[in-house]
Each structure stands twice: as C-alpha cells, then as structure tokens.
C-alpha cells in the first residue's frame, strides 16, 4: 500500500512513524512533510490548501490511502478532492470539518443535539461587543470564528483584552 500523509506537523510524523511499522505498507509520502518524516518518507511539495494540487499530487504519486492532518485543508475540501479521484482518503469531508472550522457552527450543532455547552453570543459587529461582554461578565471567553490553530481564545478577568484573540 502506497501512504500518503498530508501535513507537517508532529501529528503527521507519528502517522508515518506508525505506518512505517506496517509490512503492508510499500512507500510512505509526506506533503509537506519535516525534517523528522524526512527521515522515514518521501517529503512531496504541495499547497496542503489546494484541493486539486492535493487530489492530482495523490494520483500522480499513486496512492492507495491518504491521511489528511491538518484542520486548514480539511475544511478546505481535500478530502472531498482525494475521495472524487477514487482515492481512499481518511479525514472528514469539507461539510463534516466546519464544525472544526466554525466556532459558531459547532455551537449550533452542539445546541441542536442537546449537549451541553456553555452559554455563547456571536458578535459580528464591533459596536455591540461591550453590551455582549455586559451580559456575561467576568471572566470572558473570547473566540474568533474560524480556524485558528489552536491559539484563537483568549481567557481574562480584562474586558480590555478580548479584541486580541490572535
């Protein structure tokens, strides 16, 4: 079986790492890849954002399984492009990862499906953060809606600070 890993984080090298143990396994990628999957992969130059270049770099590279890492080219639609080229692809399709991609969205659906979740407001207009900020008080949990690497909250007792999210 040809794998093809996509992303460069460690994430990505220990799904190499632990493909590089499977005898069935034939010739590992990584697009991007790093220097630690270096070590046990082709590294393959690619827009991890780019559906298309992702799907075309899979069937110019003939693999048999794709494994998508990173939230970014999830909700970008990779797996979908992979998948249309009737490539096996392991990760959620483009509609299935908003949920990752949308703070809000995955508010709704949490709501919709009765698990519990603290208590939100969207805020799309600048002029009506203090009176939302109003109805909560401290301490303030401020998100931004969108993909944010895991660094898009910012926790604090300072109503000044909830405009630096990022």
């Given at each position: 079986m040809r794998f093809l890993v996509i992303g460069s984080g460690a994430r990505e090298h220990a799904i190499a790492l632990a493909a590089s143990h499977d005898p069935s396994v034939t010739a590992i990628g990584c697009a991007p890849g790093n220097a630690g999957t270096a070590a046990l992969a082709e590294s393959l130059g690619v827009d991890i954002t780019d559906p298309s270049?992702?799907?075309?770099?899979?069937?110019?590279?003939r693999a048999d399984l794709v494994v998508v890492g990173p939230e970014v080219p999830l909700v970008a639609g990779v797996a979908d492009a992979v998948r249309k080229e009737g490539i096996a692809c392991f990760g959620p399709s483009a509609a299935a990862a908003r949920i990752e991609?949308?703070?809000?969205?995955?508010?709704?659906?949490?709501?919709?499906?009765?698990?519990?979740?603290?208590?939100?407001?969207?805020?799309?207009?600048?002029a009506h953060l203090d009176a939302a900020l109003s109805r909560f008080g401290p301490t303030w949990v401020v998100k931004d809606d969108g993909l944010a690497a895991g660094k898009g909250v910012v926790v604090t007792p300072d109503a000044n600070r909830r405009a630096s999210t990022r």
């Amino acid at each position: 079986m040809r794998f093809l890993v996509i992303g460069s984080g460690a994430r990505e090298h220990a799904i190499a790492l632990a493909a590089s143990h499977d005898p069935s396994v034939t010739a590992i990628g990584c697009a991007p890849g790093n220097a630690g999957t270096a070590a046990l992969a082709e590294s393959l130059g690619v827009d991890i954002t780019d559906p298309s270049a992702i799907a075309a770099l899979a069937v110019e590279w003939r693999a048999d399984l794709v494994v998508v890492g990173p939230e970014v080219p999830l909700v970008a639609g990779v797996a979908d492009a992979v998948r249309k080229e009737g490539i096996a692809c392991f990760g959620p399709s483009a509609a299935a990862a908003r949920i990752e991609g949308s703070k809000a969205f995955a508010k709704d659906v949490m709501t919709a499906a009765g698990v519990p979740t603290a208590r939100s407001e969207v805020v799309d207009n600048p002029a009506h953060l203090d009176a939302a900020l109003s109805r909560f008080g401290p301490t303030w949990v401020v998100k931004d809606d969108g993909l944010a690497a895991g660094k898009g909250v910012v926790v604090t007792p300072d109503a000044n600070r909830r405009a630096s999210t990022r």
